[in-house]
């Protein structure tokens, strides 16, 4: 039997079921196509067959098969939810079906920027910078890496710029973080650049040092937040 039919005896669940399967339920969307249309074609056929019975016509002793509702559908719809975690939507239009396909081929075109974006934080970008004024300037991701930076402890605008110019993105610096052989050269990566400070006679350097260097580190790896909070 093909996949993609339903044979007689087998109820929607169970034929959603088989053709999913295999596939994470979050990742299935069933689009329920002019059900408005199809109840009213229903309507309209048994109608039709009542008219037929009153002027005793031999179509009057059709069978009119089981009468749906809109009520018993949306039953259909919401059972199907919560039975298998698929989400259904309904559409009455083309342009509708079209504008949902549109909106997950988004979706999906913008998840692997949204994992670059997930690593800045935009909750507080530093006094006097909006969203707004970062979105205008030419090297927004080098502001915002910037400012996450400046949001760690000891973290100061020298120090932030030296990392940054080693690793001008969080993606960089992940990828030098997953070269490492070892967790504690991971945390170490950090601890030896210089940090240029003032100018002239008076300029001097240091290293952005062990501490910074492993706080950045862990903040970056971690993945449980509630060890994130903690620390």
């Known amino acids: 039997m093909d996949q993609t039919s339903q044979s007689d005896d087998e109820t929607l669940l169970q034929f959603m079921q ?77 342009e509708l079906v079209a504008d949902i396909i549109i909106t997950y081929t988004k979706a999906l ?19 006097g910078a909006t969203r707004k004024a970062l979105k205008e300037a030419g090297d927004k991701t080098g502001l915002i890496w910037q400012h996450q930076l400046l949001q760690y402890p000891g973290v100061s605008t020298p120090v932030a710029s030296a990392i940054i110019t080693k690793y001008p993105s969080p993606s960089h610096l992940l990828k030098a973080y997953g070269n490492c052989s070892s967790q504690k050269e991971a945390e170490s990566l950090l601890e030896d650049i210089q940090v240029r400070r003032g100018a002239g006679v008076i300029a001097s350097t240091r290293r952005v ?23």
Request: charged share 25%; glycine share 6%; aromatic share 8%.
């Open 18 to 94: 088989r053709f999913a399967q295999g596939r994470d339920p979050k990742n299935v969307v069933i689009l329920v196509n002019n059900i408005d249309a199809a109840l009213r074609a229903q309507k309209t056929q048994r109608d039709r067959i009542f008219r037929a019975a009153v002027r005793k016509n031999k179509a009057a002793h059709l069978n009119s098969g089981e009468v749906l509702s809109y009520f018993d559908c949306e039953n259909v719809m919401v059972g199907l939810q919560l039975e298998t975690g698929y989400s259904v939507r309904l559409c009455n239009s083309p």
């Open 109 to 127: 075109a913008d998840r692997p920027f949204k994992k670059e974006d997930s690593f800045s934080f935009h909750g507080d970008l530093g006094p």
């Open 209 to 231: 040092g062990a501490s910074i260097s492993k706080r950045i580190h862990f903040s970056m790896m971690c993945k449980q937040a509630s060890e994130l909070l903690s620390n």
